[in-house]
């Protein structure tokens, strides 16, 4: 099985801690951001990732060279950051063998079950599984009753529908997605672009993007020192077991 991390980011929200690294090789216990999200991608079975890369490239390259994964590395570098939807586009010769396929944050933490997701995406026969859970957020995305997407919210609140749903479930969207590769067919927009207007676009046109409700599980967004700083603590208290 594949996988791709999404590790390009310049990690502003990060510095002072990425003016000298970027955000994936930032640590958290002593493990680099990148290191936890591979061991976790290969605990769930992922034998093949592609990582991303921009901000500080030769430096992921030579971390990813300077030990064994367990996994077989690829890279996907990026002159001009290309946001997710064309960083995921970018890495599609990547993706030759016709398995759906992981796509993973690396500024997150959780312990989310990626077979359950990855057994879910099989069973609902989805072009696109993405980890929800009912949390505060400024920008939710709208689900139908049946967990297929049918909008968001976007700035100043207002909804963006599109597909008529009379009360949309807002979710906050975790990072973390399941993918058919049928998705390279599909997505048209090219250079710089964000994977969630393209999944909005194709879920108007009658494609199966779906929410994976994920509220049981531990999830933390590590975009921030203080983000990090509470990670540390989940980790000691025993509320993460990563």
């Given amino acids: 099985m594949k996988a791709m991390v999404l590790a390009a980011g310049l990690g502003t929200r990060l510095r002072s801690l990425t003016n000298d690294r970027p955000k994936a090789l930032v640590e958290l216990n002593g493990r680099t951001l990148l290191e936890i999200t591979l061991a976790r991608l290969r605990a769930a079975g992922v034998t093949d990732v592609i990582v991303n890369t921009h901000h500080f490239a030769d430096r992921v390259a030579d971390f990813l060279r300077s030990r064994d994964f367990g996994l077989r590395v690829a890279l996907s570098y990026e002159p001009v950051l290309l946001d997710t939807g064309g960083g995921l586009k970018n890495a599609a010769w990547f993706f030759d063998d016709g398995q759906p396929f992981l796509l993973h944050n690396t500024d997150v933490l ?133």
């Fill in 110 to 242: 959780t312990d989310i079950d990626l077979s359950a997701m990855l057994r879910a995406h099989r069973e609902q026969n989805a072009l696109a599984i993405l980890a929800t859970q009912n949390r505060s957020t400024s920008r939710p995305l709208l689900f139908d009753p049946n967990a297929e997407l049918c909008g968001r919210i976007v700035a100043g609140g207002q909804r963006e529908m599109v597909r008529a749903v009379e009360n949309p479930d807002p979710r906050a969207f975790n990072g973390i997605h399941v993918l058919s590769p049928r998705i390279f067919d599909l997505l048209t927009e090219e250079g710089v672009f964000s994977i969630i207007p393209a999944y909005l676009r194709l879920a108007a046109a009658g494609e199966s993007i779906r929410a994976f409700a994920a509220d049981a599980f531990y999830w933390r967004d590590l975009g921030r020192p203080e983000h990090l700083e509470q990670a540390a603590a989940d980790i000691a208290s025993g509320l993460c077991r990563i």
